[in-house]
């Protein structure tokens, strides 16, 4: 069993930046796959940014540039700094982790940008 706990999150004025944390615990693998989704109020949980074991890494277009995404294997954490905040990125960011066909979700932690 793997459990997801996020940290960081919270109220950010347009341009101004935020980091999540999240540390993951249990039986991780070499073939996991851990990222961040978000789901704002009304719309579809979307896929922020991803990354594998290996640190292959896929953002969606939205947030290219502006988010980054890293994952420190020995700690079982990964972390998504978000730079240039928009309006738009308002949303409940989750933790993600998917190995061996099963998939593992954080909480979820409020970013709100707004001025």
């Known amino acids: 069993q793997v459990q997801l706990v996020e940290s960081g999150g919270g109220l950010v004025q347009p341009g101004g930046s935020l980091s999540l944390s999240c540390a993951a615990s249990?039986?991780?693998?070499?073939?996991?796959?851990m990222g961040w989704y978000r789901q704002a109020p009304g719309k579809q949980r979307e896929l922020v940014a991803d990354?594998?074991?290996?640190?292959?890494?896929n953002y969606r277009d939205s947030v290219r540039g502006r988010f980054a995404i890293a994952r420190d294997n020995a700690k079982n954490t990964v972390t998504l700094q978000m730079n240039s905040l928009r309006p738009e990125d308002t949303a409940v960011y989750y933790c993600?982790?998917?190995?061996?066909?099963?998939?593992?979700w954080g909480q979820g932690t409020h970013v709100t940008v707004s001025s």
């Open positions: 990354i594998t074991y290996t640190k292959f890494i």
């Open positions: 249990g039986n991780i693998f070499s073939i996991s796959v």
């Open positions: 993600n982790l998917q190995q061996s066909g099963s998939t593992y």
